[in-house]
């Protein structure tokens, strides 16, 4: 190669390297520009949020706003966290009719009177003394015995601790062929409360006082527990032989969940001092004192599209009829994160 070739040559790979820089820096700018009006549009700004913007829990739905004239707390603050994983619900497949076979036979409810109505499937014993409702379009059941037609049991003790209530549901589940495996659910996630049924309603008691036993097994996920309503609750009466109650409302989760930026409990406590949560409990308390804050997970008997964290803070709060237990519930995820709420949704209806 002669000079004049080699030096047409290196003009010529000048060129070509200052054209690929060219292009490669117009590249560069147009990704940036691009990522950064998608962070802004099309999902939360500076997150990898995989569900985009989620909409409010469903307690805000069901749930009245907690309020209390003045607020102590005696609990530690958790320390802050960045970002918990938010996880994305599906309905289990509808029974099959082997399955629907099974459960009729076990409430003892087969060749009951049935009927179909909205979606929802209904087995009626003729006496009115039991009643299985079943989801058609998911497997989540509710049983009821009305215990006023036989009212022989408020006067039976329950004679059931935690450790046999927890067998006998495991009876129960194999019964049914309802496995528990992959579920995120085990009997030391489960809580017993103790009740007395009288023909006014039900009211909390002692183990030895109780004609009632509620077991109810919660999920945990990520080593944080659930909180809300059991998605596998069982009332169980005369040492484990009466069911009284069973509702099944467990809906899997997929394995991969998103991070999303969450609220300091330091945040949440304050939206609870500012009327923001929101609890079961009814009215205005006096003076409320926290005990206890942690991170949990909602569930509910509705069906809900994602599993979200939340700020649960339980004590006492104080009323005319005195010291009751409270619990309050704050949103978890950072409010950019949240849809905003319609005004006035808070209800003790459900959606």
Same mark, same amino acid.
Request: overall charge negative.
């Given at each position: 190669?002669?000079?004049?070739?080699?030096?047409?040559?290196?003009?010529?790979?000048?060129?070509?390297?200052?054209?690929?820089?060219?292009?490669?820096?117009?590249?560069?700018?147009?990704?940036?520009?691009?990522?950064?009006?998608?962070?802004?549009?099309?999902?939360?700004?500076?997150?990898?949020?995989?569900?985009?913007?989620?909409?409010?829990?469903?307690?805000?739905?069901?749930?009245?706003?907690?309020?209390?004239?003045?607020?102590?707390?005696?609990?530690?603050?958790?320390?802050?966290?960045?970002?918990?994983?938010?996880?994305?619900?599906?309905?289990?497949?509808?029974?099959?009719?082997?399955?629907?076979?099974?459960?009729?036979?076990?409430?003892?409810?087969?060749?009951?009177?049935?009927?179909?109505?909205?979606?929802?499937?209904?087995?009626?014993?003729?006496?009115?003394?039991?009643?299985?409702?079943?989801?058609?379009?998911?497997?989540?059941?509710?049983?009821?015995?009305?215990?006023?037609?036989?009212?022989?049991?408020?006067?039976?003790?329950?004679?059931?601790?935690?450790?046999?209530?927890?067998?006998?549901?495991?009876?129960?589940?194999?019964?049914?062929?309802?496995?528990?495996?992959?579920?995120?659910?085990?009997?030391?996630?489960?809580?017993?409360?103790?009740?007395?049924?009288?023909?006014?309603?039900?009211?909390?008691?002692?183990?030895? @006082?109780? $004609? &009632?036993? %509620?077991?109810?097994?919660?999920?945990? #996920?990520?080593? *944080?527990? =659930?909180?809300?309503?059991?998605?596998?609750?069982?009332?169980?009466?005369?040492?484990?032989?009466?069911?009284?109650?069973?509702?099944?409302?467990?809906?899997?989760?997929?394995?991969?969940?998103?991070?999303?930026?969450?609220?300091?409990?330091?945040?949440?406590?304050?939206?609870?001092?500012?009327?923001?949560?929101?609890?079961?409990?009814?009215?205005?308390?006096?003076?409320?004192?926290?005990?206890?804050?942690?991170?949990?997970?909602?569930?509910?008997?509705?069906?809900?599209?994602?599993?979200?964290?939340?700020?649960?803070?339980?004590?006492?709060? @104080?009323? $005319? &009829?005195? %010291?009751?237990?409270?619990?309050?519930? #704050?949103?978890? *995820?950072? =409010?950019?994160?949240?849809?905003?709420?319609?005004?006035?949704?808070?209800?003790?209806?459900?959606?």
């Amino acid at each position: 190669m002669s000079l004049a070739e080699l030096s047409l040559w290196v003009r010529s790979a000048l060129k070509w390297a200052v054209g690929a820089a060219f292009i490669f820096i117009v590249l560069l700018f147009g990704w940036i520009i691009i990522s950064s009006v998608s962070s802004s549009v099309f999902k939360p700004r500076g997150a990898d949020a995989a569900f985009g913007i989620l909409g409010q829990p469903i307690f805000t739905k069901t749930l009245n706003n907690f309020k209390s004239k003045q607020y102590e707390i005696e609990a530690n603050l958790p320390k802050a966290l960045e970002k918990v994983e938010v996880f994305e619900m599906s309905q289990n497949a509808k029974f099959n009719e082997e399955e629907l076979e099974r459960l009729t036979s076990a409430f003892g409810l087969k060749g009951s009177e049935k009927t179909e109505t909205d979606g929802l499937t209904t087995w009626n014993r003729r006496s009115g003394t039991e009643i299985l409702e079943l989801g058609t379009g998911a497997s989540h059941f509710t049983y009821r015995f009305d215990i006023s037609k036989n009212q022989s049991l408020y006067e039976a003790k329950a004679s059931l601790n935690k450790e046999s209530a927890i067998e006998k549901a495991k009876e129960l589940f194999e019964k049914l062929k309802l496995t528990l495996e992959n579920k995120n659910i085990n009997d030391k996630n489960s809580i017993v409360t103790y009740y007395d049924l009288s023909p006014e309603g039900r009211a909390q008691t002692s183990e030895e @006082e109780a $004609n &009632a036993v %509620e077991i109810g097994f919660f999920r945990q #996920v990520s080593k *944080i527990l =659930s909180s809300g309503d059991a998605p596998i609750r069982i009332l169980f009466a005369r040492g484990g032989n009466d069911i009284l109650e069973f509702d099944f409302y467990f809906s899997p989760i997929d394995t991969a969940g998103a991070p999303y930026p969450i609220k300091t409990s330091t945040q949440a406590w304050e939206e609870v001092k500012e009327g923001k949560a929101f609890s079961r409990s009814i009215g205005e308390f006096g003076t409320v004192k926290i005990t206890s804050v942690s991170l949990s997970y909602w569930e509910s008997r509705f069906f809900q599209p994602y599993l979200q964290p939340i700020w649960v803070f339980s004590g006492t709060g @104080e009323t $005319n &009829a005195g %010291e009751v237990k409270v619990q309050a519930f #704050v949103p978890a *995820i950072n =409010s950019d994160y949240l849809s905003t709420p319609a005004a006035g949704q808070s209800s003790d209806q459900a959606p």
